[in-house]
């Protein structure tokens, strides 16, 4: 069975630093993997998915992510934020042997300004 | 283009009431997909609908159940009703044939048990 762990359920940076949101991931399969971002009082909408071309993914609003197997990670990162990314973000697998896609807990990201 | 549409945006229930919940998926896709998000623990698969045959469901109880019509709108329903079923219920739609789950979500139905 596939599976996604996020690390932290909260993340609060400054305006302007660098945002990491880690994704850890198990499959017996080679995965695809996502990363959705849910605005306050929205359903959630696609930032980037990995589909097993590039290992470096980049998404809208200037984030990107990096598949790693030897880690099993996808972590997300922007390298500047801005309070517009004040939201909750999920990373997600894709399971078609079992037909549904996992999503882990979600990460609610906050920026200082 | 219209996306993924739900309603009722909001409701309030009672124990032991039934609900329905009702999605339009995006025109052309055929894939529905029903997901529970209750409050600090994340989106749990509910169940998946393609071409009007129910494919997967999670581990929910069968008062848990729904329905795709021909037109691939789709419909859950939710009976006699707990104080736990309160959460945001979120469905989203998928092209035909697609291979990599990209979903396409609507805003949900936030559902209120008292």
């Known amino acids: 069975a596939q599976s996604v762990t996020q690390l932290g359920s909260h993340v609060s940076v400054s305006e302007g630093a660098l945002v990491l949101l880690r994704c850890n991931y198990s499959s017996s399969v080679p995965p695809y993997l996502f990363w959705y971002v849910q605005y306050p009082n929205q359903g959630l909408q696609l930032l980037l998915k990995?589909?097993?071309?590039?290992?470096l993914v980049k998404g809208i609003n200037g984030f990107e992510a990096e598949f790693k197997k030897s880690e099993t990670s996808f972590h997300l990162t922007k390298p500047s934020a801005h309070m517009s990314d004040a939201a909750e973000y999920f990373c997600?697998?894709?399971?078609?042997?079992?037909?549904?896609?996992?999503f882990g807990s979600g990460t609610r990201l906050s920026i200082r300004p | 283009e219209a996306g993924v549409t739900q309603s009722p945006t909001h409701l309030i229930k009672t124990r032991g009431q039934q609900v329905t919940l009702r999605c339009s998926p995006i025109?052309?896709?055929?894939?529905v997909y029903w997901y529970q998000q209750a409050l600090g623990l994340g989106l749990q698969f509910l169940l998946w609908y393609d071409e009007g045959e129910e494919r997967n469901r999670g581990n929910f109880p069968p008062r848990f159940s729904g329905r795709q019509f021909p037109n691939y709108s789709s419909e859950l329903n939710v009976n006699a009703l707990e104080l736990e079923d309160s959460a945001l219920y979120l469905c989203?739609?998928?092209?035909?044939?697609?291979?990599?789950?990209?979903?396409?979500f609507g805003e949900g139905s936030r559902l209120t048990v008292l």
């Open positions: 997600a697998v894709s399971d078609f042997s079992a037909s549904k896609i996992i």
């Open positions: 990995y589909t097993s071309a590039a290992t």
């Open positions: 025109s052309g896709h055929t894939s």
């Open positions: 989203a739609s998928t092209l035909p044939g697609t291979d990599t789950g990209e979903l396409f």
